[in-house]
């Protein structure tokens, strides 16, 4: 079966751009994750998504948003990117919420110029 | 953002020591769990824990859930090359619909052949 894809793998904007990252969650799973990963640190929680709906947000300006589709899938909205919003963008998925094991996906590098 | 204890920063051992590292918190969390990051690669799960007090074995790797909720350690034994890598806990709080995931800093591991 085919793990959690993500696309692009790389992107360069320029500040003030706006991005769409895009994620597919493992086969049968149900519910998505976002989180953003500066060079260093460990991965920052953005954004849980169940069933469509949103379960958790971290601590993330309104900037950032997302959405779930029908098919589980989902989307990862920057708007007015700054220079800060460079990091590597990993999705995850799992089947469920809460405390379901949750498996990344290779992550989307981003760089704002 | 808020990010777990995590310690040491880096090791760096001969092949065939044994590893340990822990991940403390002041936020009581419902499960601990422990990734491990290769360069260019998403996070994989290690090792799970959901109960308090929780001592749990995946071949080389031991985890343990403090009895607290608090904290965690991961232990590796005789370690190889291909440990090399960095490890990061992560600890869920989550209760209704609310879900949230908080990582550490991460340890970069290193092994001497």
């Known amino acids: 079966d085919a793990g959690v894809t993500q696309s692009p793998t790389h992107l360069i904007k320029t500040r003030g751009q706006h991005v769409t990252l895009r994620c597919s969650p493992i086969s049968g799973h149900k519910s998505v994750s976002w989180y953003q990963q500066v060079l260093g640190q460990g991965p920052q929680f953005i954004f849980q998504?169940?069933?469509?709906?949103?379960?958790g947000r971290g601590n993330f300006p309104d900037r950032f948003s997302a959405r779930q589709f029908p098919n589980y899938s989902s989307e990862l909205n920057v708007n007015a990117l700054l220079l800060g919003d460079s990091a590597l963008y990993l999705c995850?998925?799992?089947f469920g919420q809460g405390r379901d094991t949750q498996y990344f996906g290779p992550g989307t590098r981003l760089t704002v110029l | 953002g808020q990010q777990l204890n995590q310690s040491p920063q880096s090791m760096f051992i001969q092949e065939g020591e044994d590893v340990s590292m822990n991940c403390t918190s002041s936020s009581i969390f419902n499960t601990w769990l422990w990734y491990k990051q290769d360069p260019g690669e998403g996070p994989v799960l290690l090792i799970a824990?959901?109960?308090?007090?929780e001592l749990t074995s995946n071949g080389r790797l031991t985890a343990q859930f403090g009895i607290t909720r608090k904290d965690s350690f991961l232990n590796i034994s005789a370690s190889i090359p291909s440990d090399v890598g960095i490890y990061f806990c992560a600890g869920i709080r989550s209760g209704g619909s609310n879900y949230k995931l908080t990582f550490g800093k991460g340890t970069l591991l290193t092994v001497n052949p």
């Open positions: 824990l959901y109960k308090a007090g």
């Open positions: 995850a998925s799992s």
């Open positions: 998504y169940y069933e469509k709906e949103e379960r």
